[in-house]
């Protein structure tokens, strides 16, 4: 039996204490205090022994947890459709036409953060840390976001503590949306669930073109959590976005009609925004999630299922559009393994889990998520909860 890679940071010895959810006031503030974890629970112990076993099994099999070969092959399809999407794009002789291009390669450019990016930064996509680094930096490139802000973000915060208000910068909207009933109501949220599609659409605009500079001349990710670059880091960041604003927003506007590439420029950034913002938002911002930090006696691995949801787990589609991340509760379970396993690893979590009385969320489909995340933004916004 071999074990898991385990280099999650955190200290198991450490218990977080929350109050109750009657005691939880609207006007209730982030806590800045690092959220702690109990030991081991038998839950997490059992579940990394058996799917340590079946990934020895799958790699035995030429199917390795990093590095599967099945991602290679995937990552060459969605660069492809990338590239014949933008050279569309840039050959387009209509508006319709071009129109189309743009929401092709809106669609590419999200399997490609999905599967690409995302996994890349995992350290999950290739065997070879330099070739993961090198597929991270490609699309930073491709799409635009600086890597560090992101490792920092999503890996180093999200990762350890979805849903804590404070340190999980998933529920940070600058004052736009109410995402967590820990966070302070006003009474702009009432019918954010009507305002949230015109926030959602603005999101990857925000991040490329304003977020990612913020952040880098003030040093901050938020209010709590300062985040320095070195300077080659810094280098890389300002590398990157010039090769991105180069190569990917300006040929647009000199080979077609300006209105022609600002409509392009719309639609890709509408349709990118939409998809990005409802799979990462859905699978950890419905009713059924816990939003009241961690709660007493619980370790990492609890935490992570009790904010977590698998949705549309049953289409092939949306798994490999994904990238494995309607298969969430696998993927903050086992985020050190590649998300080709994690269909296969879905059935191993829900065994173990039933054996031990932990109760998983599934939402359902795609179109049920969404339903239920515009709830949960319905009730934030009407103070009812």
């Known amino acids: 039996m071999r074990s898991l890679p385990?280099?999650?940071?955190?200290?198991e010895?450490?218990?977080?204490?929350?109050?109750?959810?009657?005691?939880?006031?609207?006007n209730a503030q982030p806590s800045r205090q690092l959220p702690g974890f109990a030991s081991k629970s038998p839950f997490w112990r059992e579940l990394k022994a058996t799917v340590s076993d079946?990934?020895?099994?799958?790699?035995?099999?030429?199917?390795?947890?990093?590095?599967?070969?099945?991602?290679?092959?995937?990552?060459i399809v969605i660069v492809m459709w990338f590239a014949a999407s933008y050279a569309a794009l840039l050959y387009a002789t209509t508006l319709s036409g071009a129109l189309w291009a743009s929401l092709?390669?809106?669609?590419?450019?999200?399997?490609?953060?999905?599967?690409?990016?995302?996994?890349?930064?995992?350290?999950?996509?290739?065997?070879?840390?330099k070739s993961n680094l090198f597929a991270a930096r490609l699309c930073s490139i491709l799409l635009g976001p600086s890597r560090h802000f992101?490792?920092?973000?999503?890996?180093?915060?999200?990762?350890?503590?979805?849903?804590?208000?404070?340190?999980?910068?998933?529920?940070?909207?600058?004052?736009?949306l109410r995402l967590s009933p820990a966070a302070s109501w006003a009474p702009r949220f009432r019918h954010q669930q009507i305002k949230a599609p015109f926030y959602y659409a603005l999101n990857t605009v925000e991040w490329l073109f304003w977020k990612d500079f913020r952040c880098l001349l003030g040093g901050r990710l938020n209010d709590l959590h300062p985040v320095g670059l070195g300077n080659d880091a810094r280098t890389e960041l300002l590398l990157c976005k010039a090769l991105y604003f180069v190569l990917f927003?300006?040929?647009?506007?000199?080979?077609?009609?300006?209105?022609?590439?600002?409509?392009?420029?719309?639609?890709?950034?509408?349709?990118?925004?939409?998809?990005?913002?409802?799979?990462?938002?859905v699978a950890h911002l419905t009713p059924a999630m816990e939003f009241r930090g961690v709660r007493a006696g619980d370790d990492w691995a609890l935490h992570q299922v009790r904010t977590t949801a698998d949705f549309a787990v049953g289409s092939r589609i949306v798994t490999w559009f994904t990238g494995g991340l309607n298969h969430q509760i696998e993927h903050h379970l086992f985020p050190n393994v590649a998300h080709s396993h994690y269909p296969t690893l879905?059935?191993?979590?829900?065994?173990?889990?039933?054996?031990?009385?932990?109760?998983?969320?599934?939402?359902?489909?795609?179109?049920?998520?969404?339903?239920?995340?515009?709830?949960?933004?319905?009730?934030?916004?009407?103070?009812?909860?």
């Open 346 to 385: 879905r059935p191993i979590v829900r065994a173990v889990a039933n054996r031990h009385g932990v109760h998983c969320h599934d939402i359902g489909g795609a179109f049920s998520a969404v339903r239920q995340h515009f709830i949960l933004l319905k009730t934030l916004g009407a103070a009812i909860w």
């Open 54 to 75: 079946h990934l020895a099994e799958e790699a035995i099999n030429g199917r390795p947890s990093v590095g599967d070969p099945r991602l290679r092959r995937k990552v």
């Open 13 to 26: 010895d450490e218990v977080f204490v929350v109050e109750p959810v009657s005691n939880v006031r609207v």
């Open 249 to 281: 927003v300006l040929p647009p506007f000199l080979v077609l009609p300006v209105w022609w590439a600002v409509a392009a420029f719309i639609l890709f950034h509408v349709v990118l925004s939409w998809v990005l913002a409802l799979v990462f938002q």
């Open 150 to 176: 992101w490792l920092h973000k999503h890996n180093g915060l999200h990762h350890r503590q979805p849903n804590v208000l404070g340190w999980d910068d998933d529920l940070e909207t600058r004052g736009a």
């Open 104 to 129: 092709c390669l809106a669609f590419a450019a999200s399997a490609l953060g999905f599967g690409v990016f995302h996994d890349a930064n995992h350290r999950t996509l290739f065997r070879r840390p």
């Open 6 to 11: 385990d280099n999650r940071p955190r200290r």
